[in-house]
């Protein structure tokens, strides 16, 4: 091994007694980290998003805005989404790419702006390996990705020197553009984990073969970064604790692997968790908070270096236990800085209740990566749109009517309140948060009951006056300056023999808020995200997202994480009821589900042994159950009970009351367009109509 480069000890778990430290919140979570040539202000790491304005240097000044308002907004660490070191290993043809000198300009913007906010800031150095998607990727071996139609080039033993060049070249230039680090992304499947683990690695050369030779390249890597960027660098290591893929590492090898990057020069570990490729989930709202913080544990002893937990940290409360208990030394936040900018400065305000909490749903930053769409966030539209989508002060403010207090009216009042305008905010119903208030009941959707509270703190904050149990008419409207229907939807009905007379067809309504009570065998007719969803809920009898262990033999992790790739046989629990999924459609169920979020339902219904039938006609119903005929040949499904989900419909009533009394309104969310509607639509239409009024 060559001579390790002189790097101080950290002083890890410093007493926050300091005047960066916290007034007494969360003492641990702000506590500076001495990393032995800079500071860190506090233990927040924002975590690594690729937004897509990473892939022209013409988007870097919006890329600035955004991280300046997480800078500003009290990270403490910023980690940018990930540059490759060279073309090979590209995410994608002419993405964001670090490897001329030309190209350190425009980084300049984003250094500046994060420092401006008082944050320190590293680059991601992210080679894709066989997951680029591009016909130029390299790997160590010529192994296809299954999640990849192209078939990587295995490298020669000059290609694989010709890349640990890249990445200190890259590193050398991140320097050069004022970043305070690098981190090398180590975990996830990329190139460097696709070298460590036995799954991709078949070489036989200085470089594979044995578990020394596979994690070399990871070593040489930090090594040669840390020559090139000298002692005052942070290089953080992003280190797969668990790949959760077939031959994916084994625990000995990975303690291995953080000692040798340890050595070779590393500032701090992060935690990376799963493959692209792994089929168990990491960080869906399903995954329970924190899952994987024991990983993360189990590391630290065998490492001096500062290390960091990551995945479904949301609040500050999780965050502070976990560094309380001496478990990781950093958390890190990456989507819920995206919904919150302003997380680390609320939490250590003691406002953890102000915080715009990130619900997991991946619905706006990941479905969007692999969408090739810009990044946002469901619950926070202006996240990428930093510098176009502004709530700037009203000059003249208006009375402002919004009727509906489901997400699309929630989202208008708060941002026309906090505009300056003065907003009353009315819904028929006695609680806030529309079909929010039945999404939280679903098994694995808890965290929707953080959105409702956000909002509901944010009205009484922005002094929005809010008229529950009133059912808005014309009259109620007359004397507003802007009156906005968000009347939502209502579900739409079926009509086949005997579904409007049979009381054993029933809505989704009456089941999610369990107003009838579903008997043993059950079918339900639309298989959308609510049918979806009412599978789960007919199916699971408790939310194993509330029980880590619970959750973890559902799907096959190794709670000692000893196994190979940290991977048993799934136990799945029993399902709680016999369950039919049905659409008209012909082929495969869930095809329009998130991209990113899809696969785990199909895969949680198909444990719960749901029967989904595609290309269904409904034929009837009588006593003894659901008559349907599938490709020409006619069945009777036995059930108790018919759940429809099939679609909704806008409600639109108060709005044509309106028309006709001649009160122009402004229509927004499923009362505008039902088909397709999801709660990013509803959140974003709300806050965009409220930026211009
Ligand atoms: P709604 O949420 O329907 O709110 C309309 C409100 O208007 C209601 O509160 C109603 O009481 C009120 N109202 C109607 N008429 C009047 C009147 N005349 N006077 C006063 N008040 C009135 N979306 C996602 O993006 N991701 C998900 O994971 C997701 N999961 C879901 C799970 C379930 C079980 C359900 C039911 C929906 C889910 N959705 C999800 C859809 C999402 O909830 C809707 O897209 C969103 O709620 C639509 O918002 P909205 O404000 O337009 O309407
Ligand atoms: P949806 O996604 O439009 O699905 C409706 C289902 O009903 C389809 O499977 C459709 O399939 C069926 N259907 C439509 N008309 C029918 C009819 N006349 N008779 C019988 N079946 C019919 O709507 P949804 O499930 O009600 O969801 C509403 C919105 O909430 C969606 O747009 C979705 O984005 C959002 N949502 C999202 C999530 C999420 O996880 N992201 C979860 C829940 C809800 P066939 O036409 O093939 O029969
Ligand atoms: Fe979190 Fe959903 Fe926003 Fe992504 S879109 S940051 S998962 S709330």
Redesign the pocket.
């Known amino acids: 091994m060559p001579a390790q480069p002189e790097v101080n000890p950290p002083a890890l778990n410093a007493p926050a007694s300091n005047e960066t430290a916290s007034n007494g919140h969360y003492p641990h979570l702000f506590a500076p980290l001495d990393l032995g040539f800079t500071t860190l202000r506090n233990r927040v790491l924002m975590g690594s998003m690729h937004t897509g304005l990473e892939d022209r240097a013409s988007d870097f000044p919006k890329l600035a805005a955004y991280f300046r308002e997480r800078a500003e907004g009290g990270a403490g660490l910023i980690v940018t989404g990930g540059f490759a070191p060279n073309v090979v290993g590209w995410l994608k043809p002419f993405g964001s790419k670090l490897s001329w000198p030309w190209e350190v300009r425009p980084h300049k913007f984003i250094t500046k702006a994060a420092h401006d906010g008082g944050a320190k800031i590293a680059l991601q150095l992210l080679h894709a390996g066989r997951y680029g998607y591009s016909p130029l990727q390299v790997a160590p071996s010529k192994l296809k990705a299954p999640i990849n139609p192209f078939t990587p080039r295995a490298l020669s033993s000059r290609g694989v020197e010709r890349q640990i060049s890249a990445y200190a070249n890259s590193a050398k230039l991140a320097r050069d553009a004022g970043y305070d680090g690098v981190e090398i992304m180590g975990s996830e499947g990329y190139f460097i984990n696709e070298f460590t683990a036995p799954r991709t690695n078949k070489r036989n050369d200085a470089w594979g073969g044995t578990p020394g030779k596979r994690m070399r390249f990871a070593v040489e890597t930090v090594r040669r970064v840390r020559e090139a960027v000298g002692r005052d660098f942070i290089i953080v290591y992003r280190l797969s604790l668990l790949d959760l893929v077939e031959d994916g590492n084994q625990w000995d090898e990975i303690v291995a692997q953080a000692k040798a990057v340890e050595a070779a020069g590393a500032t701090i570990i992060n935690s990376g968790v799963g493959w692209h490729e792994a089929r168990v989930p990491t960080i869906v709202t399903s995954v329970p908070r924190a899952a994987w913080v024991d990983a993360t544990a189990k590391i630290k002893p065998h490492v001096a270096l500062p290390v960091v937990a990551t995945n479904r940290i949301n609040m500050p409360d999780v965050a502070e236990g976990i560094l309380a208990s001496g478990k990781a030394d950093m958390v890190s936040l990456a ?2 800085l ?2 919150d900018p302003h997380w680390p400065a609320k939490a250590r305000a003691g406002q953890a209740q102000r915080i715009n909490t ?9 479905d969007h990566v692999f969408d090739n769409k810009s990044v946002s ?4 539209p202006r ?1 990428g749109h930093e510098t176009e989508l502004a709530y700037k002060p009203v000059l003249s403010a208006k009375r402002v009517a919004v009727v509906g207090a489901g997400p699309a009216g929630l989202a208008c009042a708060t941002v026309a309140a906090e505009r300056g305008h003065r907003v009353t905010l009315f819904d028929a119903s006695n609680e806030i948060g529309g079909q929010f208030n039945y999404a939280k009941r679903v098994p694995g959707k808890e965290e929707f009951h953080e959105t409702i509270r956000y909002f509901g703190n944010t009205l009484a904050e922005t002094g929005v006056e809010l008229k529950l149990g009133t059912l808005a008419t014309p009259e109620l409207l007359a004397e507003f300056d802007e009156v906005v229907v968000a009347t939502g939807v209502n579900p739409r009905k079926v009509a086949f023999p005997g579904s409007d007379s049979s009381t054993k067809v029933v809505g989704y309504l009456d089941v999610l808020s369990g107003r009838v009570k579903v008997g043993a065998k059950a079918a339900i007719i639309g298989a959308g995200g609510i049918g979806f969803d009412v599978a789960e809920f007919l199916t699971v009898e408790d939310s194993p997202t509330l029980d880590k262990s619970r959750w973890m033999a559902e799907w096959g992790i190794d709670p000692d994480f000893s196994a190979r790739g940290a991977l048993l046989k799934p136990q799945p629990e029993p399902p709680a009821r016999e369950v039919w999924l049905l659409q008209r459609t012909p082929g495969a169920l869930g095809k329009k589900l998130g991209k990113t979020s899809g696969w785990v339902h199909r895969a949680t219904l198909k444990a719960k042994k749901v029967k989904m039938l595609g290309g269904v006609e409904y034929l009837g119903i009588d006593e003894t159950g659901l008559r349907i005929r599938v490709d020409g040949a006619e069945q009777t499904l036995p059930v108790d009970h018919v759940v429809v989900c099939a679609g909704q419909e806008p409600r639109r009533e108060l709005f044509d009351q309106l028309a006709a009394a001649g009160k122009s309104a402004h229509l927004i969310g499923g009362a505008d367009v039902a088909a397709e509607l999801d709660a990013k639509r509803a959140i974003a239409q709300g806050s965009r109509l409220a930026a211009r009024l």
């Open positions: 989507r819920p995206l919904a990130c619900i997991a749903c991946n619905q706006a930053c990941l966030c469901l619950v926070n996240a």
